[in-house]
């Protein structure tokens, strides 16, 4: 695919699902995948709600970043 194709797919996923995500195009295990990625997990919540499993002839993959405290709760990180 190239690079002009995937900036209009990903322009067009944020026109279609909103401004508030970070939209990438990879290739996954399973072919091309589109990577919305939130910054928090309630925003994930919300997008993998709106977003369909398979968009576009790409996969769709929804990732999110644990806030430092919830990491922290989680044991993920440790205090320093």
Do not use: C
């Not at 690079?3 to 970070?22: C, N, P, Q």
């Not at 968009?55 to 320093?80: C, F």
């Amino acid at each position: 695919m190239r690079k002009f194709d995937e900036d209009s797919l990903r322009l067009k996923a944020a026109v279609e699902f909103g401004g508030d995500y970070t939209y990438t195009i990879k290739n996954g295990g399973l072919g091309k995948t589109l990577v919305i990625h939130a910054d928090t997990r309630e925003l994930a919540r919300v997008i993998r709600q709106k977003a369909p499993s398979s968009w576009e002839d790409l996969y769709v993959l929804v990732t999110y970043s644990e806030s430092e405290d919830e990491a922290l709760e989680k044991g993920w990180i440790l205090e320093s």
